[in-house]
């Protein structure tokens, strides 16, 4: 494995895990456990973190003038940072919205 599917995995592993948090606090959240939901989105924002900075690593690289090679893994991690991030967005106004409603 090169360099570059390294860190596509390391990202993808991040990611995925920062959704299986994210989900499993919204469904904390409906059940009304906001302490451990707020906690597990905590969580998931160091796995994103994480996912960031291998992602950084590359596009720095990139800026400073090395050639990357085209990766459909690598476009596939980004698209899972992507649509992760904005999934943790919404789950966190979800969470406010259960708490807001369970008063």
Known sequence: MNNMESVAF???SNVGEAKS????ALMLAREEQFEDAD????LSGEF??????SHFDLVQKE???EQLPFSLILMHAEDQLMT?????ML?????????????
């Open 48 to 53: 994103l973190s994480k996912a960031h900075h």
């Open 21 to 24: 948090l994210l989900m499993e």
């Open 39 to 42: 906690n597990k989105v905590t």
């Open 10 to 12: 390391e990202l993808i």
């Open 63 to 65: 800026a400073n003038g």
């Open 84 to 88: 992760t991030e904005t999934l943790k």
């Open 91 to 103: 789950v966190e106004e979800l969470i406010l919205t259960h708490k807001k409603y369970s008063k």
